[in-house]
């Protein structure tokens, strides 16, 4: 036996030989009293059953969600395998973004915020960029062609984010077929995210005024290429999973939130569908146009994890048809407002270090204009000033409502800016869905979730 031992679990300080019994057992007397072993959990929140109670157990679960690796602390208290109680231990990938925007000028800050929900980062930028449009009351002014590009591009985000909520899903609850279905037909998206943007994610392409640069009539092509092979494919993981009784027997009745809970909570996107109710920002409060495309807001009234699933393949389905009347609505005209004090370039040309601006523009800054090299200079260094005010501007991302709150006090960079990202939100629904549920069942509710670490911390 170990002498002068301190134990310190429960702030329990016990000098002298151990008694014969196993350290490792539940409890054992001390001269101070009953010391408890326990593994995992919030120590401070640990106290010694009452007499005659059943003994519950504190453990951390996972990582089980693809997003969650290190990331989502799964707090479980346990009764046998029944979940009595679960909490949420999150800001591990805090990283300090919209702090760091206000060391930024306005048009730096989407390359921070592309980065939060990484998933779905033309969302991040949009909404970013909308908030500041509405600051500089330029709204009016923003190219249609450039509008037609954000749906675009937002569209097929959403389809590619709904694509990583359904194969890891799939994953976690034992459908391997559909993890690999799920990722394959999201790297056909992601090759046209590179080739329009050059970058598969983070792309920073939406800019206050528009976007970096054009869409080309090849990538338009390819674009209506893939859209077929798209519905083809998608349809798989349909004909794979719904209505599977393995996979029904596993989502049917789990993750039960209701509209009461939904509204109490504040939580939007597929689970707030899933109840029967149709919000859906795009119908409510239309941004880049969004009145004048046809699409459906599919919802389901099952309240669980199997109406939730639904929803996102029936959403994928109707991004594609927002997606081609995006591509038949393309009209020749600019992408970038026409106020040159706002205004980046937006004609790139790319040479052969990989980057570069038009050769017309470089030639006019650099041989013919002093006046123009002087203003483009200060427009990449210093930045455009936006008028003191403050705005919310929202959008409907993939996992619901997506806000931003921006402050100005009329510099060249913002004073405040703060997301209102819906999974921070929808992750508050994790107890509600598991609380007197099994374990087995946490995994299910959570990825019916989709919860994205990125966005919840920032």
Known sequence: MTTDQSIADEGIVYEGELPDEDPYALSYETGQGTVYTVSGGDWDSISSPDEGERERIVVNMGP?????????????????????????????????????????????????????????????ETAYCLGVEKLLDVTDQIPERASTIRVLMMEL???????VALATGGMELGALTAMTFGFRERELILDIFEMVT????????????????????????????????????????????????????RTVGVGYLDLAGCMSLG????????????????????????????????????????????????????????????????????????DKKIAWPARLSIGG?????????????????????????????????VPAGQVYSAIESPRGELGVHIVSDGGT???????????????QATAAMSNGSMISDVIAAVASIDPVMGGVDR
Request: include cysteine; glycine fraction near 8%; hydrophobic fraction near 35%.
């Open 198 to 249: 050059g970058l598969r994610m983070n792309s920073a392409y939406v800019r206050p005024g528009g976007v970096a640069q054009d869409i080309t009539d090849d990538q338009v092509a390819r674009i209506r290429e893939t859209l077929p092979l798209l519905r083809k494919r998608m349809k798989d993981t349909t004909d794979l999973l719904v209505d599977n009784a393995i996979w029904m027997g």
């Open 267 to 338: 939580i939007t996107g597929p689970i707030l569908r899933s109840t029967g109710l149709p919000h859906d920002l795009r119908k409510s409060q239309p941004y880049c146009g969004y009145e004048n495309y046809e699409f459906n807001v599919p919802t389901q009234d099952t309240c669980d994890a199997y109406g939730r699933f639904l929803i996102r393949i029936a959403e994928m389905q109707e991004s594609i048809k927002i997606v081609e009347q995006a591509l038949d609505r393309l009209r020749p005209g600019p992408v970038m407002i026409a």
């Open 353 to 385: 270090d990989g980057q570069g601006n038009s050769p017309e523009h470089i030639k006019e800054i650099m041989a013919q204009s002093m006046e123009a090299l002087i203003h483009h200079f200060k427009l990449v260094t210093e930045g455009f000033s």
């Open 64 to 124: 089980q969600h693809p997003s969650t690796h290190g990331v989502l602390r799964l707090i479980l208290e346990l009764e046998g395998e029944t979940v009595i109680d679960t909490r949420c231990g999150i800001g591990y990938l805090h990283t300090g973004i919209e702090k760091n925007m206000e060391y930024r000028t306005w048009t730096q800050g989407v390359t921070f915020v592309t980065r939060m929900d990484y998933l779905s980062p033309f969302f991040n």
């Open 413 to 427: 960079r913002p004073y405040r800016v703060h997301y209102r990202d819906p999974s921070f939100n929808n992750l």
């Open 157 to 163: 985000n959403r389809i590619s984010s709904h694509l």
